[in-house]
């Protein structure tokens, strides 16, 4: 099945990071791909920890899209579809049950991936594998094939304060 997590609030990659650390404790086989992501985050030192659990994305961080040189986008669209052939490989050959894409939504949007290598992703998504997609603003296609989507709502957060993110919580 496919799953969604969407919508303005905290706790997309969180959501997701736990559908990967109850799939691994229950023995399967998790690919978690990030997009847009090189820098470092808490999830992936506690990843390096859990056997079952392989992440794929940028060694190189990219930073916000709205400052990224031509050059920039064309070499992160490059990186997300070795991203894609690595995930499109894995799931032919049925060596792991739950790949997660975490942030897909922002190059799907902006083109920094073809989106036709991601659609053959949702072909593999049956009883034996499972599909995890987090972002915002979700292209049609991606909604029209969750199974699940679930919102996150931001009623308040501390960004409105001018705090900015935080080390184990935001990253």
């Given amino acids: 099945m496919i799953q969604l997590y969407t919508g303005e609030g905290k706790g997309k990659t969180t959501a ?3 559908q990967a650390l109850r799939a691994a404790g229950s023995g399967n086989r998790v690919i978690f791909a990030q997009f847009m992501k090189g820098n470092d985050t808490g999830e ?3 990843f390096e920890k859990i056997a079952g659990i392989r992440v794929l994305r940028s060694s190189k961080n990219f ?3 709205s400052k990224m040189a ?6 992160l669209t490059k990186i997300h579809n070795e991203i894609l052939d690595e995930l499109l490989k894995a799931a032919g050959e049925k060596s792991c049950e739950m790949i997660i894409l975490d942030e897909v939504t922002y190059p799907v949007n ?3 991936l073809d989106i036709d290598r991601l659609k ?3 072909d593999f998504s049956d009883f034996s594998h499972e599909l995890v997609m987090t972002g915002r ?3 049609g296609f991606l909604k029209d094939s969750a199974d699940y989507i679930t919102e996150m709502k931001c009623v308040r957060h501390p960004f409105e304060k001018g705090i900015t993110a935080r080390k184990g919580i935001e990253f």
Avoid at 70 to 75: M, S, T
Wanted: charge should be negative.
């Fill in 110 to 112: 902006w083109g920094l």
């Fill in 120 to 122: 053959k992703l949702f």
């Fill in 16 to 18: 997701a990071a736990g």
């Fill in 63 to 65: 930073g916000f899209y």
């Fill in 70 to 75: 031509a050059e920039d986008k064309e070499e």
């Fill in 44 to 46: 992936l030192h506690s």
């Fill in 137 to 139: 603003e979700p292209a």
